[in-house]
């Protein structure tokens, strides 16, 4: 299949733009970028119009499927907070595939978001990536890319009303640093254990973060002030994470000192109020002074604190507020890929990508712009002539 006489957008490199190109799908893969026209038309090949064609949306901090559509208490999985420490939650057990929520992204040209639980634990579960659209959960998922940390007034606030720890900023600190040496120490005796009678008796914790210990997963670090940022950077450094700071809402605050640290952050919601005392000093002017001191950024809604389908929004007020037109779309394209972990999957229009592809009416950050056509894995699941969702 051919999608030819349209604008590409296509994030690789610089962001190079082709005024005039087409793509070739063939097996939901694409196999072909390329400026001008294909030799040859068929009939199942769509004419884009002159429209730009660009990779799928990509939002790397949600709860999608973990709070439902309409649902009320009995559709939210978001929080297990019996325990303060449970990494062993794993997010495809809890995850509602067919809120409606899901379609929305669709609709608005999300083709991935990474989700997971919620921050209430100062451990909780794994993030994992999926598709916004497949038949099941099990073949939309891309692969697990973190476990989820959480520092300020969310662990410290829900167990002091069960009065139980963590009560304050350093106790959660300590919680986490416990847990991450119970596993180190876990991991050290596994890999020692010549024989099988030599390994350590199964804890489910510990394996849990395991992955998270060896690089494989990433530490996604709820934190929004200033020094809860610090905190995380202190505990990563000390257990040798590789870090992912999600809100990172005073990061403008210290900006110089997270550029040298060369770190990445995930900035939003970007749509709310200052509602608690740790956003007092929330500023859309966020994301870019984060940019241009060397951190990479991606931007999120956080759904449903935002939901999904104002991605775009958001991030327009970001490009309103001094980030880049190129940081702005890769925020939510190739860097939001990267920082996530799945930019080998999608995140730009590149040869042997999946085909994760949008048609957009016009510029993706104007409020007006029509989502034309979604395409998930070389499948058209949505067309705007049509409305629905396939």
Do not use: W
């Not at 804890?203 to 200033?226: S, T, V, W, Y």
């Not at 958001?314 to 880049?324: F, M, N, Q, V």
Request: charged residues 25%.
């Amino acid at each position: 299949m051919y999608i030819y006489n349209a604008k590409l957008l296509t994030m690789e490199g610089d962001c190079k733009t082709l005024p005039c190109g087409y793509v070739r799908v063939e097996n939901g893969i694409i196999r072909e970028v390329s400026e001008g026209c294909p030799e040859s038309i068929s009939e199942g090949d769509i004419d884009a119009g002159g429209n730009i064609l660009m990779p799928g949306l990509i939002d790397i901090h949600t709860h999608m499927g973990f709070i439902g559509d309409g649902a009320g208490d009995e559709g939210i999985d978001v929080n297990e907070g019996s325990d303060p420490v449970m990494p062993q939650l794993r997010s495809e057990d809890g995850l509602n595939f067919r809120d409606g929520y899901f379609k929305d992204a669709v609709r608005s040209g999300v083709t991935s978001v990474i989700t997971g639980v919620g921050s209430l634990n100062p451990i909780g579960g794994d993030m994992i990536a999926v598709k916004t659209y497949a038949r099941c959960l099990d073949e939309a998922i891309i692969r697990r890319v973190g476990i989820k940390l959480a520092l300020g007034e969310n662990p410290k606030s829900y167990y002091t009303e069960r009065d139980e720890a963590p009560q304050t900023r350093m106790a959660t600190a300590a919680i986490i640093r416990e847990a991450l040496e119970k596993a180190k120490r876990y991991k050290e005796q596994l890999d020692s254990a010549e024989e099988p009678e030599d390994r350590p008796e199964y804890d489910i914790k510990c394996e849990a973060l395991i992955p998270l210990l060896n690089g494989e997963l990433k530490a996604h670090f709820h934190c929004h002030r200033a020094d809860d940022i610090m905190t995380a950077l202190r505990l990563c450094r000390e257990f040798d994470l590789d870090t992912l700071l999600i809100h990172c809402t005073e990061g403008h605050l210290i900006a110089d000192l997270l550029g040298e640290k060369g770190v990445s952050a995930v900035v939003g919601p970007i749509i709310c109020d200052r509602g608690k005392p740790e956003l007092a000093n929330a500023s859309l002017d966020n994301a870019a002074v984060l940019s241009r001191n060397g951190v990479k950024v991606a931007i999120c809604t956080d759904h449903p604190e935002n939901p999904i389908n104002f991605l775009t929004t958001g991030a327009a007020y970001c490009r309103k507020h001094g980030l880049s037109d190129e940081d702005t779309l890769r925020a939510v394209t190739i860097t939001a890929a990267e920082l996530g972990g799945i930019a080998h999957r999608t995140g730009s229009l590149s040869v042997g990508k999946d085909a994760d592809l949008i048609i957009l009416s016009g510029d993706p950050f104007e409020i007006s712009t029509d989502v034309i056509m979604t395409m998930i894995n070389g499948k058209i699941c949505y067309e705007r002539k049509n409305e629905n969702v396939r």
